[in-house]
């Protein structure tokens, strides 16, 4: 069955290619416009190295090289060798400690001399890989909970190296494991309770309690109208409706304002609101009573000035982009620098200020494509291997992409997780380019039942 | 296991399509719902850069530029760039210590940050500028310099006239709302410069830049598609005649007064002499402040502009008009005579006005010799004539003339801060003494110009003006024409010939030979110019400052040639002592002579120059008041003295205090009522010894003083107007 097949034009999934191009070209073209200005020679500084979009072109020749490279291999060479790559990654990781050099706060990088690689972004190739190696091994039973705990292991074991690099946003991305383990089986309850609680609470950042509280009522009635049959023929379910509002309704009514208010010190809970955008609305009475108003509006200028400053900042920048954008190098807010790292972790930005609406929903149904379409290649695998492999991918590309986009809009705190494919960095563009070339060749090889 | 799980590729599908929903949403109401953004986006990204037109030039009658604009450079810093700059020589030549340097730096930053230029030290004088210029690239980069257009006056002349721009402040914001100026734009504040500033100013032009968030220009939006040129201001033509102009400077050297010359044909002013005056170009280069508060605090007063916001009485500069109503009401003729056996008795046991040269004159020689009696006797048939039936309504048809001559109110003249003078009215009198309480008597001392009645020299000059033209004239006014056309009607109003009464030329025949005499053989033979006949009058003022009598001023003003008048002059010396014919005269002459003749070339004459120009006849008060103000600085700290020359500032530029002023007289006149009710009987209230001079001392002078004191507080209040700039000690 198995045929050597040594050309790689042949039965591989182009869409994905194609996809990945499109979207990796967006990114290279937007990281342009917030660098270069009318003024400068645009081959020269293409070619010179020193500016960022050079930087990024140089970085997508080399993606492309890789992917080539990744096109020859053996597709087994994905089999065998998970459990080493996944013990080197971990010994990277280890190594930052030593070897690290500090970039933005966090020591998670190594030099590499002409680019820094960051391990826990390369590490999720090995762990998609070696989750996929434990799941697709004959012997795993992953309906036992000691496989459960053992897959849960292999995913979250970076988070705690992560964490120690001062890395919290590229160490919740390891959660996003939890999809394709969901897809094998993994029970749905920590699922919908992880994504009930983490929308619950942005939305209890985001809106005032008191309308939060009126939409949750109308949520539970609402279900309560549509399941009242199947609540006729079972009324626990009616328990279960009553019994989530109510913990909503604590949550939200009472829970988290007390802990703003008594178990948070002020200052933390400035911080987390400013992540969103927000003034702290729990500020005390009798907090506010102990400062003047002029220190009180001195705390506020200073916040707004410094840690709001960059979400708003990108809000104004996608915001008055309009309909069809100011056109692409006429964004002012871009060529303005106002919103700080903007080549990287916003930009998205860009293309909001220059392309408008129209370019940011093109972009979002790109990255749907994408995403959808690796679904589609999941679910078309033959062997538990590819298909766990497809899944891991399409929930980083997820994570990243809804976590970056929502916090460039408001919707999300600010944790520093890069745009796939679009923002600034050799590291993160690397990762992708291998983690999205690794599935294109798994799946022309889809043939071969893979362990 | 795998096909148990099947289902699940929906939920993960339907996660996945359920997110980018949510973010497409947050997107539309982000991007096209709110126009919040749009609007902080402008502000914080976008900078409208006003671009400044060079101001308007201003040129006199032969078209020489007596007001334009030249560069100062700024030196600029750009405090990011700071580094390795050798800031001890920079220090040494701006004569400042490191100190100092250090804090402008910070403020610098504190106001435009980092990255952005700002000055450093504004309007670089000539002799630092020379400095730096020499070792400007031991400061680059950090240091540039950058020109800025400044006003010059090549001729250091006319300062009052042409006025002064400088920085608006928040009251000039406030008055002018919608005029797009702000803080730290340059506005005309005083002369020609105010009262043109809408066609001097020219358009400004706006660029649209992009700025960063360093707050630095980066590059013009969209290649300047939205920006709007600037247009240069509007050149004005002036009549003023800047030798003239420069001549009369140089005679009221040292001395407290005015001159203003008139073209009689167009009302064109031809000079407008305010003495002291300043050189102009103090108020430009970078000392400005500095000289602003000294020249403000200087008892003499130079900033104020003597020619239109100083009054005087007009003493018997006021014959004249008299005799013209006299006539034209028909109470006198030419040759009625009236006859002075020493002063004037018409009013019974009041104190009588004297007459300098006893016998009986007619109307010619009355002008010729200031007849005190002549036309006591004249304005008592005015106002006591049958032919109106009460006091108010003869006292009303004498200041409807007097109003008709430019009297009593605002002529209307280009340049600011005019004021009304005083011609007192039956209200008037009704206010001061009660209605009823008065008559011819009380006031008769203003039918010699002494009195209650005030005015401007320019209305005095418009008045010569009147008469020379035999009943006409045109409303006077410093600029003629302007480049590119009269877009807001300024001009239109000094074309309009006014003809107050008609008066037959046989009447003004009469007033012309009188005011002949006056030069030929009379108090004005000082005036004479050789193969000029001039027509003239003079005057000599008695005043009071805070009540105590001062030297007389000397008034001149006159028209000549007799026939075709071409200048219609006054001048006034303040407190020069002796007669309107000693000082006044001789510079009245001169200024005529320079201006018909175009040259003086004459030694006699050019001796009489420099003679009458070194004559220091300022009075001791204002030595005394410098000295105080010395010995003030010592004491207090300058920031006080800089205070105060904010509050000038402000009160320069408001112009609110003109009628503030008048007001306050009236209510200040009415206080003095009740001590004026008791001796009703006019026995008190003359001001006998008007024309007395001080050489010829009567034995009873001293008794008159005692009696006239009610009158010396009224007039203290005139002279106050004068001097109100100096009371604020």
Redesign the interface.
């Known amino acids: 069955m198995y045929q050597k097949n040594q050309t790689i034009s042949t039965d591989k999934d182009w869409i994905t290619i194609w996809l990945f191009t499109i979207i990796a070209f967006i990114g290279l073209v937007c990281i342009f416009s917030v660098e270069f200005?009318?003024?400068d020679d645009f081959l020269k500084s293409l070619f010179a190295f020193n500016k960022n979009y050079s930087k990024q072109f140089f970085y997508l020749i080399l993606c492309f090289i890789i992917a080539t490279f990744i096109l020859l291999m053996d597709s087994k060479i994905f089999t065998a060798t998970p459990n080493i790559l996944y013990v080197v990654g971990i010994l990277l990781m280890i190594s930052t400690f030593v070897l690290g050099k500090t970039v933005n706060g966090s020591r998670s990088w190594i030099p590499l001399g002409f680019m820094n690689l960051q391990p826990v972004e390369t590490c999720k190739i090995f762990v998609s890989l070696a989750l996929a190696k434990y799941l697709s091994r004959p012997e795993t039973?992953?309906?036992k909970t000691k496989s459960q705990l053992i897959a849960s292991g292999i995913c979250f074991l970076p988070v705690i190296f992560s964490l120690l690099q001062n890395e919290t946003g590229l160490a919740l991305v390891y959660f996003t494991f939890l999809?394709p383990m969901?897809?094998?089986?993994f029970p749905?309850v920590y699922l919908i309770l992880g994504?009930s609680l983490g929308v619950l609470l942005i939305l209890t950042l985001l809106l005032p309690s008191l309308h939060l509280l009126i939409g949750l009522t109308v949520l539970a009635f609402l279900s309560f109208y549509f399941l009242r049959l199947k609540i006729k023929r079972n009324r626990s379910i009616l328990m279960v409706i009553f019994i989530s509002w109510a913990v909503s309704a604590v949550f939200v009514g009472l829970a988290v304002p007390f802990i703003f208010k008594h178990v948070f010190q002020k200052y933390q809970a400035d911080r987390i609101f400013s992540m969103v955008g927000r003034d702290n609305p729990y500020v005390t009475a009798d907090t506010a009573e102990l400062t003047s108003p002029e220190i009180q509006a001195e705390n506020k200028k200073a916040k707004t000035d410094t840690e709001n400053y960059n979400v708003k900042q990108s809000?104004?920048?996608?915001?008055?982009?309009?309909?069809f954008g100011k056109g692409f190098l006429?964004g002012?807010?871009t060529?303005?620098?106002?919103v700080p790292e903007q080549h990287t972790d916003f930009i998205f930005t860009s293309l909001?200020?220059n392309f408008?609406?129209v370019g940011?929903?093109i972009l979002?149904?790109l990255?749907?494509a994408l995403?959808?379409r690796i679904?589609f290649i999941?679910?078309r695998q033959r062997s538990?291997f590819s298909?766990v492999y497809a899944?891991s991918v399409?929930a980083i590309i997820?994570f990243h992409v809804?976590i970056n986009?929502?916090m460039t809009?408001g919707?999300a705190p600010v944790i520093g997780i890069t745009l796939p494919l679009m923002s600034y960095g050799g590291s993160s563009l690397i990762t992708f380019t291998v983690l999205i070339f690794i599935l294109v060749k798994l799946d022309s090889d889809r043939q071969m039942v893979l362990r | 296991?795998?096909v148990?799980?099947e289902s699940?590729?929906y939920?993960?599908?339907l996660?996945?399509?359920s997110?980018?929903v949510?973010?497409?949403l947050?997107?539309?109401t982000?991007?096209?719902l709110?126009s919040?953004?749009?609007d902080?986006?402008?502000d914080?990204?976008?900078f409208r850069k006003v671009i400044y037109p060079d101001r308007g030039i201003v040129f006199d009658r032969k078209k020489n530029a007596i007001l334009q604009n030249t560069n100062i450079s700024d030196l600029m810093v750009t405090p990011n760039k700071l580094k390795g700059i050798d800031t001890i020589s920079l220090c040494n030549i701006l004569e400042i210590d490191t100190a100092q340097f250090r804090k402008r730096i910070i403020e610098l930053i504190i106001k435009n940050g980092r990255s952005r230029p700002s000055i450093f030290e504004p309007l670089l004088s000539k002799e630092k500028m020379a400095k730096l210029n020499e070792s400007m690239f031991k400061f680059t980069p950090a240091f540039y310099l950058q020109d800025r257009s400044v006003r010059t006056f090549p001729y250091n002349a006319a300062a009052n006239v042409l006025g002064y721009t400088a920085e608006v402040d928040t009251n000039f914001l406030k008055k002018h709302p919608d005029e797009g100026y702000v803080a730290g734009d340059y506005a005309g504040m005083t002369g020609i410069e105010r009262s043109y500033e809408k066609v001097l100013m020219g358009q400004r032009g706006i660029e649209y830049w992009?700025?960063?968030?360093?707050n630095r220009l980066?590059?013009r939006?969209?290649k300047g598609i939205y920006d709007t040129l600037s247009i240069a201001g509007q050149n004005l033509y002036t009549s003023l005649d800047i030798e003239l102009q420069e001549l009369g400077e140089k005679l009221m050297q040292n001395k407290l007064g005015a001159i203003v010359a008139i073209d009689p044909k167009t009302g064109g002013i031809l000079a407008m002499v305010s003495a002291p005056t300043y050189n102009p170009n103090y108020l430009t280069g970078s000392e400005r402040r500095k000289r602003f508060s000294e020249l403000f605090l200087n008892p003499a007063l130079p900033l104020l502009n003597r020619t239109v916001s100083a009054s005087y009485s007009p003493g018997s500069t006021f014959k004249t008009l008299q005799a013209l109503i006299g006539l034209h009401e028909g109470v006198i003729e030419t040759n009625t005579r009236f006859s002075c056996s020493g002063a004037f008795y018409g009013c019974g046991g009041a104190k009588p006005m004297r007459c300098l040269d006893v016998g009986t004159f007619d109307l010619r020689n009355a002008i010729t010799i200031s007849d005190n009696t002549y036309f006591a006797n004249v304005m008592q048939r005015v106002i006591n004539n049958p032919k109106y039936p009460s006091l108010d309504s003869a006292l009303s048809k004498w200041n409807g003339y007097m109003h008709g001559f430019g009297l009593g109110r605002k002529l209307g003249v280009d340049v600011p801060s005019e004021k009304t003078g005083n011609i007192p009215t039956p209200a008037y009198y009704d206010k001061v003494y009660g209605k009823g309480h008065w008559n011819f008597c009380t006031f008769r001392s203003i039918s010699i110009g002494q009195g209650e009645v005030d005015v401007t020299p320019l209305q005095v000059a418009n008045e010569m003006a009147y008469i020379a033209n035999k009943g006409w004239y045109y409303t006077p006014h410093v600029v003629d024409s302007m480049d590119g056309g009269d877009k807001y009607n300024l001009l239109g109003r000094f074309k309009n010939k006014i003809v107050p009464t008609y008066i037959p030329d046989s009447i003004f025949e009469a007033v012309h030979d009188g005011m002949q005499g006056v030069v030929d053989r009379g108090t004005g033979a000082g005036a004479k110019v050789k193969d000029i006949v001039i027509c003239g009058k003079t005057g000599t003022v008695e005043n009071y400052f805070r009540g105590v009598k001062q030297q007389n001023h000397s008034f001149f003003c006159g028209f000549a040639p007799r026939d075709n008048p071409k200048i219609a002059i006054m001048c006034v010396v303040e407190n020069s002592g002796r007669f309107g014919g000693t000082y006044a005269a001789p510079i009245v002459g001169l200024m005529i002579e320079k201006y018909l003749k175009d040259s003086i070339t004459e030694k006699p004459r050019l001796d009489r120059i420099e003679q009458l120009s070194k004559l220091n006849l300022m009075p001791p008060r204002i030595a005394i008041e410098l000295r105080k103000q010395d010995s003030l600085r010592h004491s207090k700290d300058s920031a006080y003295l800089l205070a105060k020359g904010f509050l000038k500032t402000i009160r320069d530029t408001t112009g609110i205090d003109e009628d503030q002023i008048d007001k306050d007289e009236l209510d200040k006149a009415k206080k003095d009522k009740p001590e004026k009710k008791q001796p009703l009987t006019d026995s008190s209230l003359s001001k006998s010894d008007a024309i007395l001079p001080k050489e010829k001392p009567k034995p009873d002078s001293k008794k008159n003083k005692g009696k006239t004191k009610p009158d010396s507080k009224k007039n203290k209040h005139k002279s106050k107007s004068d001097t109100k700039k100096n009371k604020h000690k």
């Open positions: 200005r009318t003024n039973d992953f309906s999809l969901y897809r094998e089986g749905p994504i809000k104004i920048a996608i915001g008055s982009g309009g309909l006429k002012t807010q060529q303005g620098d106002f909001g200020e408008g609406f940011c929903t979002m149904l990255y749907l995403l959808l679904v999941a679910e538990t298909r899944y399409a997820f809804a986009i929502c809009i919707l | 296991m795998p148990y799980n699940r590729k939920t993960i599908r996660i996945f399509i997110l980018i949510i973010i497409i947050r997107l539309f982000l991007q096209i709110s919040k953004y749009k902080l986006a402008e914080q990204g976008m992009k700025r960063d968030n360093k980066t590059e939006l969209e």
